[in-house]
């Protein structure tokens, strides 16, 4: 598989490889860290719980992009039922997580370059060897964009877009 290429819009520059765009946390979760613990919020890299009513754990939304083999993966965090996040914690570390199925979560992180993708309704597939989950937009949301590019991938351009208005070292937001 050769390395994914594109030129930023912004710079210039050639890139190679995809870039990675990732979120520290829900975007439920309390910003300063008096806040977080006056809402007994807790937070680690993979899951999070605000006043033991909110559970969220990070999944990885993958988005093929058109014209390549590769996929760009979104690092995303999803909010589950109680009991699915029990049933999640409990398997968590075990190399054949995927054995407890897919849930049902809620996506919990605004994307760049979409209509809003806060509270999109999600299948969330565990996944083995303590990989992060796999997140798939439902398809009662079929016109939104996401879902679309989930299915039929991302035009290059669009990965390009993003890149120089959120990741460029030159745009002013990296």
Same mark, same amino acid.
């Given at each position: 598989m050769e390395p994914f290429t594109f030129t930023c819009p912004c710079c210039g520059e050639e890139i190679t490889g995809l870039?990675?765009?990732?979120?520290?946390?829900p975007a439920y979760y309390p910003g300063a860290p008096e806040e977080a613990e006056t809402q007994q919020a807790t937070l680690t890299s993979d899951l999070c719980t605000i006043a033991g009513e909110d559970f969220f754990i990070r999944a990885l939304c993958l988005v093929p992009i058109q014209g390549s083999d590769q996929? =760009?993966?979104?690092?995303?965090?999803?909010s589950? $039922?109680?009991?699915? =996040?029990?049933?999640? $914690?409990? $398997?968590?570390?075990?190399?054949?997580? $995927?054995k407890i199925g897919p849930m049902f979560g809620w996506f919990s992180n605004r994307l760049p370059g979409y209509p809003d993708t806060l509270s999109l309704q999600t299948t969330v597939v565990p996944q083995d060897n303590n990989q992060r989950p796999l997140v798939?937009?439902?398809e009662v949301h079929q016109d939104h964009p996401l879902f679309a590019e989930q299915r039929?991938?991302?035009?290059?351009d669009k990965l390009a877009k993003l890149y120089a208005e959120h990741l460029c070292h030159r745009s002013g937001s990296a």
């Open positions: 870039p990675d765009v990732g979120y520290d946390a996929e =760009f993966g979104w690092g995303v965090w999803v589950l $039922s109680k009991e699915n =996040f029990q049933r999640y $914690s409990e $398997s968590y570390g075990d190399p054949d997580q $995927s798939y937009i439902n039929e991938g991302m035009p290059q």
